[in-house]
C-alpha cells in the first residue's frame, strides 16, 4: 500500500491512490509540477513501458512542450469510470 503522508493532503493522491490522478500520475490540484510516477499498473500494458510514457509526458510538461489539458479534473472522473467498468465486467467472466 502506499503512503504518501510526507506530503500535503491537497498535494498527496486522494485516499494515497494514485489511479485517482490524470493517467494515474498527476493531481489536478497541482498540474504539472509534479508527477507519480511508476506507481500505478495500468488496466493494460506493463508497468516500465506506462512509467517511460508518463516520464516522456512529465519531460514535455517540463520543458512546457506541452500542457495538462484544461478539463484534467473531469478526465480523471471519466478515467475512472471507464476502468471501473472495464474492472467490474472482466471479473463477472
Avoid at 500535503?8 to 486522494?14: E, T, Y
Avoid at 508497468?47 to 514535455?60: M, Q, T
Wanted: aromatic share 8%; hydrophobic share 45%.
Amino acid at each position: 500500500k502506499d503512503e504518501f503522508a510526507f506530503l500535503p493532503a491537497d498535494v498527496a493522491p486522494p485516499n494515497n491512490d494514485v489511479r485517482k490522478l490524470f493517467l494515474h500520475a498527476f493531481n489536478p490540484n497541482v498540474g504539472s509540477s509534479l508527477a507519480f510516477i511508476g506507481f500505478s499498473r495500468p488496466t493494460t500494458g506493463a508497468i516500465p513501458l506506462c512509467s517511460e510514457l508518463v516520464a516522456r509526458y512529465f519531460a514535455l510538461l517540463v520543458s512546457e512542450e506541452r500542457k495538462l489539458p484544461a478539463n484534467i479534473a473531469q478526465l480523471v472522473v471519466e478515467n475512472e469510470q471507464r476502468e471501473n467498468s472495464i474492472i467490474k465486467n472482466s471479473l463477472e467472466v
